[in-house]
Structures are given as structure tokens and as C-alpha cells.
Nanobody, 130 residues
Framework: QVQIVESGGGLVQPGGSLRLSCTMSGRIFESYIMAWFRQAPGKEREFVAVIGQRPGVTDYTDSVKGRFTISRDNAKRSVYLQMNNLKPEDEAVYYC???????????????????????WGQGTQVTVSS
């Protein structure tokens, strides 16, 4: 049974920073591709960032490139989202998602849909307001 728990959300002023954390238990963490999604009120859940098994393989949605950084620590079974220069439009509930690696040919830049992921956390609220 996979369990995913996010933390680190909160209230931040525009231009500020937050670091979200996500810890996964129940399976071999190194065998999973991890991602962050977000959902604002009245909107669909959208892709934010993904990281492959190897820490250096990442992809981002255009609106966060240069501001957000996804990283992982396999020893701690954790993935992180460092968010800098936050904007009001970044306000949302942020979800961590996991997908087991099914093929060595998987291209993580293709994994941007909610249906691409098998496991989800409960979400953590990020509020950007002055």
C-alpha cells in the first residue's frame, strides 16, 4: 500500500518562497517517477513538475520554469518542490503524485496528465497573498 504525504504549504507574500515536501512509503521509492500537480478553486488539476528516477531528469510546466525546482532524495524517500518568486496565480492546493517505472523507454516529458499517475497525496494548500 503506497502512502503519500505532503507538507510545507502555507501563506506567503507575492515574491516569497516556500518548499513543499512529499514523502512516500510502501514501495521501493527509487522505482517511482514523482510529480507535483496543483489545483486552484474552480479549475482542473494541472501539471507542475516531474522528476525521473535519476535526480537530474526533470520537466516543468512553462509558467513555473525558472522559479520552481523539483528534487528528490531517494534515501529519505522524499521529493521536494522549491518555489521561489511566488505569484498570486500560483495559489492552489499542491498534490504529490507517483507512478511506477514501467519501461526504460518512458519519457517523463510525456507524463503531464493526472491519469499518468497511480498514487496521490491529500494535498497541501499554498496561499499567495499580501
Amino acid at each position: 500500500q503506497v502512502q503519500i504525504v505532503e507538507s510545507g504549504g502555507g501563506l506567503v507574500q507575492p515574491g516569497g518562497s516556500l518548499r513543499l515536501s512529499c514523502t512516500m512509503s510502501g514501495r521501493i521509492f527509487e522505482s517511482y517517477i514523482m510529480a507535483w500537480f496543483r489545483q486552484a478553486p474552480g479549475k482542473e488539476r494541472e501539471f507542475v513538475a516531474v522528476i525521473g528516477q535519476r535526480p537530474g531528469v526533470t520537466d516543468y510546466t512553462d509558467s513555473v520554469k525558472g522559479r520552481f525546482t523539483i528534487s528528490r532524495d531517494n534515501a529519505k524517500r522524499s521529493v521536494y518542490l522549491q518555489m521561489n518568486n511566488l505569484k498570486p496565480e500560483d495559489e492552489a492546493v499542491y498534490y504529490c503524485a507517483a507512478r511506477p517505472v514501467r519501461s526504460v523507454y518512458t519519457i517523463i516529458t510525456h507524463l503531464r496528465s493526472t491519469g499518468d499517475y497511480d498514487y496521490w497525496g491529500q494535498g497541501t494548500q499554498v496561499t499567495v497573498s499580501s
